[in-house]
Nanobody, 129 residues
């Protein structure tokens, strides 16, 4: 499964961006998808995740209310709407796909990087102060 993340860019504090994660994988609806981010000098951290059918979502506690994950399986895409962006949101954002049959949260589940089998190349988000 090849994933293509896009939509990053430079935005001012308080602005919004919508990231996309696209694939040509025919059975994309069978894959849960997560977004992670990594800021310079920091470890990769979980942002949000969505089940294959879109019915279950998970968010990092610190991002709830500002970020929204969604998907359109007909378009083979997952989206991350980011609002009220802050300089600390500056990072490379990666999308990842999981072929796990069971979808659950927590660091041993959808919030953990090992849960994912395929990773996109990342898209840079920079929030200026």
């Amino acid at each position: 499964v090849q994933l293509q993340a896009s939509g990053g860019g430079l935005v001012q504090t308080g602005g919004s961006l919508r990231l996309s994660c696209a694939t040509s994988e025919r059975s994309f609806g069978l894959y849960g998808v997560g977004w992670f981010r990594q800021a310079p000098g920091k470890e990769r951290e979980f942002v949000a995740a969505i089940s294959g059918g879109g019915g279950t979502t998970y968010y990092a506690d610190s991002l709830k209310g500002r970020f929204t994950i969604s998907r359109d399986n007909a378009k083979k895409s997952v989206y991350l709407q980011m609002n009220s962006l802050q300089p600390e949101d500056t990072a490379i954002y990666y999308c990842a796909a999981s072929s796990q049959n069971t979808w659950y949260g927590g660091t041993v589940g959808a919030a953990g990087a090992p849960y994912y089998d395929y990773w996109g190349q990342g898209t840079q988000v920079t929030v200026s102060s």
